[in-house]
């Protein structure tokens, strides 16, 4: 080794409790020991929160399970020769069979370090940073002897670039993939769920691939983004019975998901309850009054809906609680175009949005102009005054 790992040594802690095993200047090694059958070696990938959970496989109340963990400083740096040299102090502590699992940047780490931290097996979940070329040359130097026995890549392939990295992979021997689809790029969420993790990864070791990759698809029903991705394909389709029935029958936790939410308005409304989907978009909006977003497309479905009063209402009731210069705009012309006494509100709020956005003053010009004047005499606005004129 040369002086940065001598340096890097000097911060090892072999005293077997769990904690830090030893750190380098860009990564550290977390080591939960436990007395379990196999020891999983998890590969971070350094992006703030993490894609893979550790919860998920030693969490309170899961099985007891023997954990390494790689953790790197920045999400920039996946330094190979310190990940390398975290990887020999596993393979100097650690005699059960081990398995390799990381998601994005940390799936490829998995790939390229998984057997030089002596592992057995791998799960990389939809890795990226492969040369999508398939040369190492053009990027990472994945290489054929750098796989571990057995190599599974979970991947979606209704995404291109999920799909593109699987591709690239496929040219190594032994890469064993496991379409997931609607699950987008976080694949590894197919683990989620009572002691799920813990059979995939016994399964993988085993060499058993088509059971570990049965349980990942089997288990998809438990991850709420996976729901709502599938009920909106099923509406996409004209399954709207389907896509309706798919967003609402989920796990308790996912209830109160505003994905599933909109998933099921959209189904509903596909299913000619119009009604209830309005219903549905309003909880959104009353849990979450400051989501532009949910306002939106409650104010949309009126619309769909032919209310124009009621569009106009929800506009103004999300401009007053956003104050989104989206909403002063659409308002605009939503009274301006119903006529009667909602033109001369139209030119109210005109009057307003100046006062309060001057930098979008071209823009509510160009609206106002095109407001007939009202019957007590307002004028059009005045490009020189600077005001909509009394």
């Not at 990938?45 to 790197?72: C, T």
């Not at 940047?105 to 002596?118: D, S, T």
């Not at 705009?329 to 100046?354: H, N, T, Y």
Request: aromatic share 6%.
């Amino acid at each position: 080794m040369g002086d940065d790992d001598d340096a890097a040594r000097r911060h090892r802690a072999m005293s077997g409790t769990s904690g830090c095993l030893y750190e380098t200047e860009d990564v550290r090694l977390f080591h939960r020991p436990a007395e379990s059958d196999y020891s999983v070696v998890l590969f971070g990938a350094g992006e703030g929160r993490p894609r893979l959970s550790s919860r998920w496989m030693s969490g309170p109340g899961q099985a007891a399970l023997d954990l390494y963990e790689i953790v790197p400083h920045d999400r920039e740096a996946l330094p190979a020769q310190q990940i390398d040299a975290l990887c020999d102090v596993i393979t100097e502590t650690n005699s059960r069979p081990a398995i390799a699992v990381g998601a994005g940047l940390g799936g490829l780490a998995a790939l390229r370090h998984g057997r030089r931290a002596g592992c057995a097996a791998t799960l990389a979940f939809s890795p990226i940073g492969v040369a999508p070329s398939g040369d190492p040359a053009t990027g990472p130097d994945l290489r054929q002897e750098d796989l571990t026995a057995t190599a599974m890549v979970a991947f979606d392939p209704k995404v291109a670039r999920d799909s593109a990295q699987m591709q690239a992979l496929r040219r190594l021997g032994g890469v064993h993939g496991v379409p997931l689809p609607f699950m987008g790029l976080r694949t590894e969420r197919a683990l989620i769920g009572e002691g799920c993790a813990l059979k995939v990864f016994g399964e993988a070791l085993h060499g058993r691939l088509w059971e570990a990759a049965q349980l990942l698809r089997h288990n998809r029903a438990q991850d709420d983004r996976y729901l709502a991705r599938l009920s909106r394909a099923c509406t996409r389709r004209g399954h709207y019975r389907w896509a309706a029935e798919i967003a609402s029958k989920t796990a308790p936790a996912a209830q109160g998901n505003p994905e599933l939410a909109l998933a099921r308005a959209d189904a509903l409304v596909g299913l000619g309850k119009s009604l209830e989907a309005v219903e549905t978009l309003e909880r959104l909006v009353v849990d979450a009054p400051q989501s532009a977003r949910y306002w939106s497309l409650l104010a949309d479905r009126y619309e769909e809906m032919g209310q124009d009063r009621a569009t106009a209402e929800v506009l103004e009731l999300a401009l007053e609680v956003t104050e989104n210069f989206g909403f002063c705009w659409r308002l605009i012309r939503k009274l301006g175009a119903m006529g009667g006494r909602s033109r001369a509100q139209a030119a109210a709020v005109a009057e307003m949005a100046l006062e309060q956005w001057p930098e979008h003053r071209e823009q509510i010009v160009r609206i106002a102009q095109g407001l007939p004047p009202p019957a007590r005499g307002w004028s059009a606005p005045d490009r020189r005054g600077g005001a909509l004129l009394p």
